[in-house]
């Protein structure tokens, strides 16, 4: 048996076989939808005019609030906040309004420009601290962690010190867009093919959108061309426009906008701001905090409360705040509603963790390594989360010891101060930072997972699972699971495509918990399938059933051995039931919201990762010039999946802090809405040398599959290391007496402008 197969598509991605949904073949007389957009961030429509959109050429018709025969909804939170189409209100640049629907998709496209809309304009807000200063509602309710006695213990620390920061959203940039192809059958039927993260989700909006049962709806996902949490509810529109289109007339119709189109109308990263106050110690240890979190979340509520609550559960990051108090303030903007995004709201509490470590250090003159090994969580004491979880499984000062001894942080750091002593054009930096994250949904019912196990009359296997392949390896990870279940080659199992009609009320594929939910519920299968096949080997061979082994394509039955397949067929023709329906539930995991108290995370993930930087001081600019990281997986099921996984949310979150900018103009048009004008890090910004390491060591002391962890999002905010490393270069610049405050992104402007007011400082100073 292989042990570390590659990635089931691997071929068909690179060769181009790989089929994605627009690669369906159209039925013929297929139609095409497109969506029209609003010009306005905020504003009442006094006149909707369509007349020339349905006479442009080759228009069928047009889809408006009034044609929806259900509701016209698709909140994923039941708030009823989300309209598919704006009615006589608009609340953000870019909210569908209607949708043409004609013969071609480049008919359906140019008809949707033809509109005569009349505005009322409307005041409007655009960014979070702008939302709270007017006094704009949450779109959710706030949330608050509190442990101790912090007001007290803030005045009585011998150090205090107060800051804020900005923290910029996130396009997710997949290279597949939304897409969603639509084919009417019988009566209400309407199986829908789409591109989402979240199938069930979808079967459920469409259903409701056409005033169906969930049973009429089925949606199909073979694979997507990437994720990222942006297709965990903003496929919904999409999936309900075409499914409306398909029955009003009675034929297949595809939807799929244009990149811009599709940054415009759907939802991002959350960009928050966040204020601090710290008190701490002569040594850097922390005493008090209190914090702030608001964020933008845009006209609706989506999933902005689980990102603004997941920010405050991981504000903490790796370290232990004695008293601590953290609010939320998830902000309503006229904004496109922002939603999920790898890490789902951490990373934008860890960087809060790391700019207070940063602060501290620099404030007394320390390095910033020591101050966060100051602040690490304990494992007998001082382990005691914001949220009342108690840390059981801290191997966070293991995991930075090695990677410190590895990297040569010490003896690179010095290199660096000497450098930097010397003046000059070119100053360096080098930060080494920790991640600390927590494994489960925050909405407990979703930690469950379903699967349906065949195994055929010939020995080939198939599985269906409720997680959805979008380039990160779950099927291959699952597939694996199952081969070893039954000791069988890779080759025999096949995972076929995510479907409602054989795994119903999935979770959507999110929180990295796709394989720990998933693998745990195939492996059930596979066990029934298997406690049967034993019990008929036992029976037919009269041998005791601990005697019975599954392995090397074979059936070990006492001495005699049985290939698999033909031990199959036996079993079929005595009428052994070889299917079996899979299920798991995670254990021990409860949260109280209402007193912020609970374990919403059964185990938690660790990394570190240490970066060093070179800036130009001349332009800004700067370059990375190597990266190590040590992250931990457990039991790895796929090493080179975990590798390939943490590379990726590497460079992605290091996009995020760096070079990904979004920007709104004043009338609340976004203006990074294409490649062109939106910059995600190239092959060329990756770090000059690049290490990743698993710690060889490790495993889940939870009974997770095989004993690993998740890897999908825990990475990402290993790029805070690249984030931290450009302060160090930039604070050089006065001598590293004050911390410079950058804000996210610090793209190169950021970073001159930065560099700039510190020399300014010291020369008012001189």
Known sequence: MTLDPRHDSAIKHVTGRAEYADDIPEPIGTLHAYLGLSTRAHARVVVMDLAAVRAAPGVVGVLTEEDIPGENDVSPTGLKDEPIFAGPLVQFWGQPMFAVVAETRDAARRAAKLADITYEDLPHVLDAAEARAAQ???????????????APALEAAPHRLWGQMRVGGQDHMYLEGHIAFAIPGEDEDVVVHSSTQHPSEAQHMVAKVLGVNSNAVTVNVRRMGGGFGGKETQMNLFCAVAAMAAKKWHRAVKIRPDRDDDMSATGKRHDFVIDYDVGFDADGKVHAVDGDFAARC??????????????LFHADNAYFYPNVRLTSHPMKTNTVSNTAFRGFGGPQGVIAAERIMEEIAYALGKDTLEVRRANFYGTEDRNVTPYHQTVEDNIMPRIVDELEASAKYQTRRKAILAHNAKGGITRKGIALTPVKFGISFTATWYNQAGSLVHIYNDGSIALNHGGTEMGQG???KVAQIAAEAFGVDFARVKITKTTTEKVPNTSATAASSGSDLNGMAALDGCEQIKARLVEFAAEKWQAKPDTIRFADNHVHIGAESVPFSDFIKQAYMARIQLSAAGFYKTPKIHWDRASGKGRPFYYYAYGAACSEVTIDTLTGEYIVERTDILHDVGRSLNAQLDIGQIEGAFIQGMGWLTTEELWWDKQGQLRTHAPSTYKIPLASDRP????VTLPDWSENRENTIKRSKAVGEPPFMLGISVFEALSMAVASVDDYKTCPRLDAPATPECVLMAVERLRKGRADVS
């Not at 000059?688 to 290490?691: A, H, K, L, V, Y």
């Open 136 to 150: 704009y509602p949450y779109v959710t309710p706030p949330l608050k962690l509190e442990r101790g006695d912090v």
């Open 298 to 311: 845009g006209f609706s509520s989506d999933l902005s409360g689980p990102v603004t609550d997941r920010a």
């Open 688 to 691: 000059r040398i690049f290490n």
């Open 474 to 476: 779950l099927n291959t």
